[in-house]
Each structure stands twice: as structure tokens, then as C-alpha cells.
């Protein structure tokens, strides 16, 4: 089941150009279900566990003022191999790698303001979604 399911989040660069809801009819368009959804803040602290493992890089501190900086849509979602799929689906990065059509090449500016995170495994997944989610809230 876990293959089935990925964790995305909408980024604050997304709500302030006015994004958000372009982007979730995106996602759906493209076959995945909702299966937890919820908007809300990251503190500083939380961005910085949230990217723990990216921690003394030289994006690091750009990377969580901005996640911290405004709401983030928090997304469970399922489909087959949905890690994969939705990787293909927003596309590299960099919004100015990503392939034309995809959502980060679409909406994302730089690969700070990239409008979407999508979880590249299983594991990390299941990590990111357990920061927003309580069980009772996965359906
Ligand atoms: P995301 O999919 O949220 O996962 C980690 C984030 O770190 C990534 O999107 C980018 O926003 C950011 N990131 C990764 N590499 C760099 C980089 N070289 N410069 C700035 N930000 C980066």
C-alpha cells in the first residue's frame, strides 16, 4: 500500500501568486486521490526539521525563512507507484529544468520558490506526512 501513496506539500510562493487550488486541480487531473489534505503554517523550528537532512547546506536558512514564511497545503495522495508518477509530474527542481507541462516548470520560479515538494520515497513519505497528520485525519 505505502508504494500507492506520496506526501506533497503546496508552497507559500504558490498561495501568494494566487496558485493553489490551480495546482491541487493539477494533481487530481493527473489520477491522484486525496487522501489527507490540510493547510497551515511551518514555525522556523519545524521547517528545519521538516529539512533536517539538508541541514549546513548553503540553501539551508533561504529554504526554511521561506517555508516558514507563509501556508503550505499539506497533501497525502494516492495512486500507483505515486512516488514516481508525481515526480513526473512536477518535473525538476529547478522550474527552469523542469520539462514544459509540468507543474514546477508551470507555477515555480527558482529552485527555492519551486511551488510544490514531492517526497522522493516511500520512508521519507511516511516521515513528512507524520509532521501534519494524525491518523484519525488519513482517510
Ligand atoms: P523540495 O522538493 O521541497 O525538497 C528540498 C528543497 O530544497 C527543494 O525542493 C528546493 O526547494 C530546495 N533546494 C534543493 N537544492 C537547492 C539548491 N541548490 N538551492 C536552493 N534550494 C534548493
Redesign the pocket.
Known sequence: MENNLTFSMIKPDAFKKGVTSDILFEILKDDFKLRAIKVTMLTLDKAEEF?SE?RGKE?FE??TCFMSSGPVMALILEKNDAINEFRKLIGN?NPEKAEEGTIRHKYGTT??F?AV??ADSSEHAQREWSFFFSKREIY
Open positions: 529539512y539538508h540553501f533561504r529554504l527542481t529552485t527555492t519551486n515538494h514531492g
